[in-house]
């Protein structure tokens, strides 16, 4: 029943902005840890921001002061704001989530969306 579909990725000019949304059905995005993950290509898959059940927010340092995580629990959506992006940036996202405050795991994952930003 849990539902996690990301949209909003696309190419991008470097310097660029994209807004990603996380569409959440099965869950309640108030009462969950919700975040952002990424991979490119051959890398490992690494955080990107998480926002609690409690508003609480944090961001890896690459992305810190360029992104911005936040939820909006009447419409069940998570949404990532990236401005001035890079080409280091470029992998693809995935939404996920976790019932209360932020742990470690993550037990729902979407489908991704790929961002590719070009120098």
């Known amino acids: 029943q849990v539902q996690l579909v990301e949209s909003g990725g696309g190419s991008v000019q470097a310097g660029g902005s994209l807004r990603l949304s996380c569409a959440a059905s099965?869950?309640?995005?108030?009462?969950?840890?919700m975040g952002w993950f990424r991979q490119a290509p051959g890398k490992e898959r690494d955080g990107v921001a998480t926002i609690d059940s409690d508003g609480t927010t944090r961001y890896a340092d690459s992305v810190k002061g360029r992104f911005t995580i936040s939820k909006d629990n009447a419409k069940n959506t998570l949404y990532l704001q990236m401005n001035s992006l890079k080409a280091t940036d470029t992998a693809m996202y995935y939404c996920?989530?976790?019932?209360?405050?932020?742990?470690?795991?993550?037990?729902?994952w979407g489908q991704g969306t790929q961002v590719t930003v070009s120098s």
């Open positions: 996920t989530a976790e019932i209360g405050l932020c742990a470690q795991d993550f037990t729902y």
């Open positions: 099965g869950i309640t995005v108030r009462r969950y840890c």
